[in-house]
């Protein structure tokens, strides 16, 4: 596991007392070989309440039936449903039989009212009956409605979550819609040390249930916990994220997943310092599934010590600056929501005023656009008094940056730009960078390399011809030259053999060197073509899978690249990129 400390400056003063910034970013350690996943043993408790009717239920049959056909014949499964009754439709067993378990989903239909707490009560016996320190035990709950029948009380409810996960057995909550309590879901998902989604469409949910199995099927640490322990004086201020705090005073972190940073953004108090001493240490936790005992590691904090003047050389890291105004930006949500529960809808529109402001006085930092795209969408939904979309719009943007990965959730749907467009990539986009689908000439050769290369102007050739080629799967880079873009990145995508001889892997990798190139020049933003389709032949709709897959992948766990557009030639290709946005987005 290995820990990052990255201050926001990188020496503290001998003269003055001063306030530090520390981004501390927690990496799970990536693989060195093909590993087992941990066999899971998962209760799925899906709502069948009469409001549930229509496209609701027939989407929860469809991510219920993704998340069975995932699962091994070593794992296990229970569907536990509830209306105002509740039903264990498959109590806990193998996933050997697949096709009968399938076929059981089917007879899902929607009836009365809601028994949340019961239904999941039910969820977790089934679980609990299984119950293996070794393996991943979790209770994954979909709900559209208020619970109420039975036990209703959010406290109580979240009481008995926190006791189940005490035990070893995990909550995740899913609300769709808008009638659902989100205080009460996002407080079970915190008490139940797993994940909390708010899906505004039923198209949405399919993709979020593969979300949540990829995360859980990598996870490599659970129960985790980061104690901050101040020496020398130095104070704690605060952690910036909002998180939970166990009983000994230590903060309750995700689950740590591969490839999936932690960021946790905490400001200290430093005195005036004689000498260079240890500032502060960082003592992390957390329980892994092939280990019998807890795992512990832990860090310290040491800076040089300078005069004021020599501190005044030293440049703040804009990362550490982005990670803080993104929990700040956070925290402010959240207490806009606390002002509009409270009847002052004034105060609630101008502190998202005053947050937007912020953003914009720091235009240098990736996610300030999409972010303040965030903030508006909010501000737009106060001044139509569409209260209950807002309200669970802003608690859940303020619960996943607060829980916060490299670069979230909350940012990802406005990094896209709100959707694929239509045009040519040639165009004034408002971007750094363009990307080329070229050949391994990286000639001028093709629709969008002849459009892009004649735009650009002879000199783009010749920088080209300097660089003497690329490989399939790789990326280069040259300037703009006359493109209303600076920055031009070429990179080589196989043509489309059947999808059977590593092209789809390759089409994948473009994607990945591009962003990495991105990130080496400081690029914040960056135009896609539809990579793979045209002459290379891939089929658009699997180009568009692969292309929001990876993208996805690529803004939840790096914040480098604040927005991403993708650019489509032609009215079918971005039929089938705008379908596959629609999926994501739930728009």
């Given at each position: 596991m290995d820990i990052q400390?990255?201050?926001l400056r990188a020496a503290v003063c001998s003269e003055r007392s001063t306030t530090l910034d520390v981004l501390v970013r927690i990496t799970p350690p990536a693989p060195e070989k093909t590993i087992e996943r941990p066999q899971l043993n998962l209760g799925l408790v899906i709502d069948r309440s009469g409001s549930m009717g229509g496209q609701k239920i027939e989407y929860a049959r469809q991510a219920a039936s993704y998340a069975i056909e995932q699962l091994l014949p070593s794992d296990r499964v229970s569907i536990t449903i509830y209306d105002d009754q509740i039903e264990t439709l498959v109590p806990s067993t193998l996933a050997t039989h697949k096709s009968h378990l399938l076929q059981q989903i089917k007879k899902i239909h929607p009836r009365n009212s809601t028994a949340l707490h019961a239904g999941w009560e039910q969820g977790g016996i089934q679980v609990s009956q299984h119950l293996n320190p070794e393996h991943l035990n979790r209770v994954i709950l979909?709900?559209?409605g208020l619970a109420n029948v039975g036990e209703t009380n959010p406290d109580v409810i979240a009481s008995d979550v926190n006791g189940l996960t005490k035990r070893g057995v995990s909550t995740t909550t899913m609300g769709i819609g808008q009638d659902y309590n989100e205080d009460l879901l996002e407080a079970m998902a915190r008490s139940g040390d797993g994940n909390y989604y708010y899906i505004q469409s039923p198209e949405q949910l399919p993709s979020i249930f593969q979300q949540?199995?990829?995360?859980?099927?990598?996870?490599?640490?659970?129960?985790v916990t980061l104690g901050i322990e101040p020496q020398a004086g130095v104070e704690l201020v605060e952690v910036l994220n909002q998180l939970d705090v166990t009983p000994n005073g230590?903060?309750?972190?995700?689950?740590?997943?591969?490839?999936?940073?932690?960021?946790?953004?905490?400001?200290?108090?430093?005195?005036a310092m004689t000498e260079e001493v240890d500032l502060c240490y960082f003592r992390l936790s957390w329980n892994d599934p092939e280990q019998p005992q807890e795992q512990k590691i832990r860090v310290s904090l040491r800076l040089p010590v300078v005069s004021a003047a020599q501190l005044e050389e030293f440049p703040f890291n804009s990362e550490v600056r982005q990670?803080?105004?993104l929990m700040m930006t956070g925290r402010a949500k959240k207490e806009a929501v606390r002002l509009v529960d409270g009847g002052d809808y004034d105060r609630a529109s101008l502190l998202l005023q005053e947050t937007k402001q912020q953003l914009l006085n720091n235009p240098d930092l990736p996610m300030s656009a999409p972010e303040m795209e965030a903030i508006t969408d909010l501000e737009v939904q106060l001044q139509q008094r569409d209260y209950n979309t807002y309200r669970k719009t802003s608690t859940h943007q303020s619960y996943t940056r607060a829980f916060s990965r490299s670069s979230?959730?909350?940012?990802?749907?406005?990094?896209?730009?709100?959707?694929?467009?239509?045009g040519n990539i040639t165009e004034d986009l408002g971007v750094d960078?363009?990307?080329?689908?070229?050949?391994?000439?990286?000639?001028?050769?093709?629709?969008?390399?002849?459009a892009i290369h004649q735009a650009a102007g002879p000199e783009l050739l010749e920088e080209c011809r300097r660089i003497g080629g690329c490989e399939e799967g790789e990326a280069k880079i040259t300037p703009g030259y006359n493109l209303p873009t600076p920055w031009v990145i070429h990179t080589v995508c196989p043509p489309w053999r059947g999808g059977s001889q590593g092209e789809e892997e390759l089409l994948a990798e473009c994607y990945w060197g591009c962003w990495e190139l991105a990130v080496q020049h400081s690029l914040r933003s960056i135009a896609f073509p539809a990579i793979g389709t045209g002459a290379m032949g891939f089929p658009p709709e699997r180009a568009a899978e692969i292309a929001f897959a990876q993208t996805s992948r690529f803004l939840l766990t790096s914040s480098a690249i604040g927005s991403i557009l993708f650019v489509c030639f032609d009215s079918d290709t971005h039929r089938c990129f705008q379908n596959e946005f629609l999926k994501i987005s739930g728009l």
């Open positions: 400390l990255i201050p979909l709900s559209d949540e199995l990829l995360g859980l099927m990598a996870t490599v640490g659970t129960n230590r903060f309750r972190l995700p689950n740590l997943v591969i490839s999936n940073p932690v960021d946790v953004v905490v400001r200290l108090k430093v005195p990670q803080a105004i979230g959730h909350v940012s990802l749907l406005y990094a896209y730009r709100k959707g694929p467009i239509l960078a363009i990307v080329n689908s070229c050949d391994r000439d990286l000639s001028n050769s093709g629709d969008i390399s002849s």
